[in-house]
């Protein structure tokens, strides 16, 4: 039996390929968000998601900072924005809405590992 859902109400889960990632989400995963969760965290966020295994998570926007730590490919996390081929991440996405929850996280990943929760902001950081 189909259950029919309301996306306004249940994010759609990722679904990723071997040929390709593709995620579909509702439109409140695509917007910037205000800090309605957390302390420490910047004011505008945008969903975005991990694209590969292993991917260091970096001090600063290069090779030559210190990792701090590393992520998979589906992992969610809470971007701010881009300098360069770097992207700044701010927190650690579990769970979907209206029960995720996040655990900060400073630092950047490269922009060949990470893109945007929706259609419309999927190449957000390239």
Same mark, same amino acid.
């Given at each position: 039996?189909?259950?029919?859902?309301?996306?306004?109400?249940?994010?759609?889960?990722?679904?990723?390929?071997?040929?390709?990632?593709?995620?579909?989400?509702?439109?409140?995963?695509?917007?910037?968000? $205000?800090?309605?969760? =957390?302390? #420490?965290?910047?004011? !505008?966020? &945008?969903?975005?998601?991990?694209? *590969?295994?292993? /991917? $260091?998570?970096?001090? =600063?926007? #290069?090779?030559?900072? !210190?990792? &701090?730590?590393?992520?998979?490919? *589906?992992?969610? /996390?809470?971007?701010?924005?881009?300098? #360069?081929?770097?992207?700044?991440?701010?927190?650690?996405?579990?769970?979907?809405?209206?029960?995720?929850?996040?655990?900060?996280?400073?630092?950047?990943?490269?922009?060949?590992?990470?893109?945007?929760?929706?259609?419309?902001?999927?190449?957000?950081?390239?």
């Amino acid at each position: 039996m189909m259950k029919t859902l309301n996306l306004r109400q249940v994010a759609i889960s990722i679904a990723l390929t071997s040929a390709s990632s593709v995620l579909l989400a509702s439109s409140a995963w695509a917007q910037p968000i $205000n800090n309605t969760y =957390g302390r #420490g965290l910047p004011k !505008q966020t &945008v969903c975005s998601f991990i694209t *590969g295994n292993n /991917v $260091n998570v970096r001090t =600063g926007p #290069g090779n030559q900072y !210190q990792v &701090v730590t590393k992520l998979n490919r *589906g992992d969610g /996390v809470r971007a701010t924005y881009r300098k #360069g081929n770097w992207v700044a991440i701010a927190a650690r996405v579990y769970g979907y809405p209206p029960n995720e929850t996040y655990k900060p996280l400073k630092g950047w990943v490269s922009n060949a590992y990470i893109n945007g929760c929706s259609e419309d902001q999927f190449d957000r950081w390239r």
